[in-house]
Structure formats: C-alpha cells, structure tokens
C-alpha cells in the first residue's frame, strides 16, 4: 500500500495532505525519513510516524458537527499559538482528528471534523461540486445588477473567476443585506473576496449546511457526533 493512502486511511490527512506532510520530512517508515511519494509499506509489519507519532491503520472513525464560532483557525495546530477548532471537542482521543476544508478565523458555523481521510479527500475535492450554504451580511445592499455579477461569475483580484452561485437577498438589516449564498467551489475566502468586488465587504459570515446537513439548533461552539444516516449520506455523495 501506497503510504500516501495509508495515511489517508489512518486518518491522519487526505491524500493532498498526506503528501505535503512527506514533502516537508514529517513521515518516517521504520525510522527513516520519507522522501518519495511512491513509497509502499506493509501495514501490518512496518512501524509508519508522523511528528514522532505511531499512526496505527485501525483507528475507529470519528464524524463530529461543529458549530465554530469566530476567533478559532480551522486547523490541528497554529504557528501563532491561536485556538484552533480542536481545542473545542473534548474527547479523549483525537489522534487523526482533522477539520474538513476550512472556515476562516472570523467566520462562524458549520463545519465537519473526523479522522476519516478518504472522506476528507471526497468531499473537499472540487470534481463532487457538493453545496454549501452561507448566510452573510454585507455592508449596504447591492443593486440588482451587482447581485447578478455574483450569480454569474465574479472576477477576483488575483484574476481568478468564480463559478456560478446562487445568491439572494434574505433580509435588509439597519440598511444592510443579509444574503444567501450557495456555492461549491472552496476558493480561500472566497465569499469574503465575491462580496469585496462588487463593493459590499463582509460584515458577518456564518455556514449554514454542507449539502444536506445542516446546524439546526446546535448552538456557537457547540460540536456533536453524526449519526449513522448522516456518515453515510456523506459517504455517498
């Protein structure tokens, strides 16, 4: 077995991860450092580390909802010693246990945490176009034309376009918009940087359902166990 897909299936990170992780010497395959990708082990007999760290491949699965709240990084760790997203579920073990793409340090809401790479990989790559639903209040309310450019396809200030979303007026709050965004694509800061273009910066950003899951009533930084409909719902995306 490939060691990319062996940490993949530890849940120690997806595939992409995996690699960057090799790429940077923070794997070992019976004390020697890793430096290819193509590398094959045999899970029953090598000893496979990450940071020093024995990555068993048995580990039981773990699907948490969380309700992030702002001022956290969604991430294991951070160089600037900020909390992460994991500081906030208390369980004994959290070997592996990594969050599903990202929602930035003052963004809040929905976001799936496990130690499931294989699935990590599924559902944050680009090709599944899996649905995620925002609720943003932005500064003034764009015209109709401005929220057309959103809908369309909107060029950002690195040049990049972004594809098509669906995009509302909820609500006008204090002479401010609450929108509805429902996009796929995983662009870093992505709505924040939409919003920027037409001239209507971000005030407040909270995720409200990946696909079909949604965070109904678990309140700001509170996390809960999927149950076995939703792992699977996930699982066959």
């Not at 070992?28 to 082990?41: A, L, T």
């Not at 994991?86 to 963004?107: A, C, T």
């Not at 909820?170 to 929108?179: H, M, Q, S």
């Not at 919003?195 to 700001?220: E, W, Y």
Request: proline share 4%; hydrophobic share 35%.
């Amino acid at each position: 077995m490939r060691i990319q897909k062996f940490l993949s299936r530890a849940g120690v990170a997806s595939r992409r991860k995996a690699e960057e992780l090799i790429k940077h010497g923070r794997v070992k395959v019976n004390g020697k450092i890793i430096e290819s990708m193509g590398v094959k082990i045999d899970p029953e007999n090598d000893e496979i580390k990450v940071d020093n760290r024995i990555v068993k491949g048995n580990q039981k699965k773990i699907y948490i909802m969380l309700n992030k709240p702002k001022g956290y990084i969604s991430s294991v760790s951070d160089p600037f010693n900020r909390p992460t997203v994991i500081d906030l579920i208390d369980i004994d073990n959290k070997d592996g246990l990594h969050p599903v793409g990202r929602l930035d340090y003052d963004s809040e809401g929905l976001l799936l945490l496990t130690n499931d790479g294989e699935l990590t990989f599924k559902l944050t790559h680009p090709k599944y176009e899996i649905n995620k639903t925002y609720i943003v209040e932005v500064k003034g309310i764009p015209p109709s034309q401005k929220m057309h450019m959103l809908s369309k396809g909107i060029k950002l200030e690195d040049g990049l376009i972004t594809k098509p979303a669906k995009v509302k007026i909820k609500e006008l709050k204090n002479n401010n918009a609450v929108l509805e965004f429902i996009i796929h694509e995983g662009k870093k800061r992505q709505i924040r940087r939409m919003c920027k273009a037409i001239g209507h910066p971000v005030i407040k950003l909270k995720r409200t359902k990946i696909g079909n899951l949604a965070l109904k009533n678990l309140n700001t930084g509170k996390w809960r166990f999927l149950n076995e409909e939703e792992i699977q719902y996930l699982k066959n995306i």
